[in-house]
């Protein structure tokens, strides 16, 4: 008994706590999560915005549709049933990045409140920051980037976001950002001053 | 479809790259894959590594069933292809904390080596740093801190690893620590020892 009882507190002694983690980085941790429409920036804004941060000695990382959907979601599809399992997985391993230390960026359409909202209950206060990058849908079709617009109109994608399936906007995103008339560096200078702003960048 | 190719660009220059990710943190990053049976003390010194690194200024992490099993893994259970896909998506989140420039260092029993070696596989050159915790059954279940092998002998546990079910030991693994014979600091800081002597401790 006496063996097993040392073994424990050893485990715990040693544990690194996430406070000891902020402190070795210099500053705290959270989660930016980007949501929007394909096309409204969500990616180009948070590599923008990670950049930034990275260049001030934050230590930062972006998840994204390249990192995250040919490796830890590659066996999800897009059933409504994988599609909120792939935002609950992303959620997740946001949390495990802020316990880390680490800001977190993640870029995902994420359309649905439900789901943005659990990611948001598995964090602490102040942890879940929503950007929501909103640009129109004629914004978003006219850049069509990937041309996927082209294809969800021609019935070649179904169940595509903004034609026919929903965006459901944000209620109180802690940021919206107005993807229709500032470009790229202004509105990620806007979230880094958000958090200035708010105390993110000190210890 | 200048603008296009406009956003391309601008997206990818602003990309930080994993070897600016470690600069900012000063040393290179990995992942240390502890496995072993259960009782073999791999989340203990697994925590006393991760102790040992983050005070000397090393960027770390540890994935353990603590912050797995309840979070990202919670929606799988004991069937053979859940556990293929827990370790699964542990390679993944491991790959990802590696890319983000942290050390890493899972603890989980992870018996079958298909599993390991698909983690490996996924890491880059020098990336997969498998330790082997080796504790023979009998002192395991000497330990059983958990009270595990008490409930499998009695049948209470089925496939449990070691009892009803195989543990692969490692065929080349980068490190075996003896967890009969050593105690916990003294095979933490043989791991430590790995990590200066191969060149993982600088950027």
Chains 1, 2 share one sequence.
């Not at 902020?22 to 959270?30: D, N, T, V």
């Not at 096309?39 to 934050?58: E, P, Y």
């Amino acid at each position: 008994m006496a063996e097993q009882k040392a073994t424990n507190v050893t485990w715990h002694d040693h544990t690194v706590t996430k406070s000891e983690r902020q402190k070795l980085k210099g500053h705290k941790s959270a989660v930016l999560w980007f949501t929007g429409l394909s096309g409204a920036g969500k990616s180009t804004v948070a590599n923008t915005v990670d950049h930034l941060l990275h260049s001030k000695g934050i230590h930062t990382y972006v998840l994204d549709g390249d990192n995250i959907r040919m490796g830890l979601n590659k066996n999800l599809g897009f059933s409504a049933e994988d599609r909120a399992e792939n935002i609950r997985r992303i959620g997740e391993v946001a949390k495990l990045f802020a316990d880390s230390g680490t800001f977190v960026l993640t870029a995902f359409i994420s359309p649905y409140r439900v789901d943005r909202d659990r990611a948001r209950q598995i964090l602490g206060e102040g942890e879940f920051i929503e950007v929501y990058v909103n640009a129109s849908l004629a914004t978003c079709e006219g850049r069509d980037p990937k041309g996927l617009y082209k294809k969800a109109r021609a019935g070649e994608i179904k169940g595509f976001t903004g034609i026919d399936d929903p965006y459901e906007e944000p209620l109180k995103p802690e940021i919206t950002l107005d993807s229709d008339g500032k470009g790229i560096d202004d509105l990620a200078a806007e979230v880094v001053q958000y958090l200035k702003d708010n105390g993110y960048l000190s210890a």
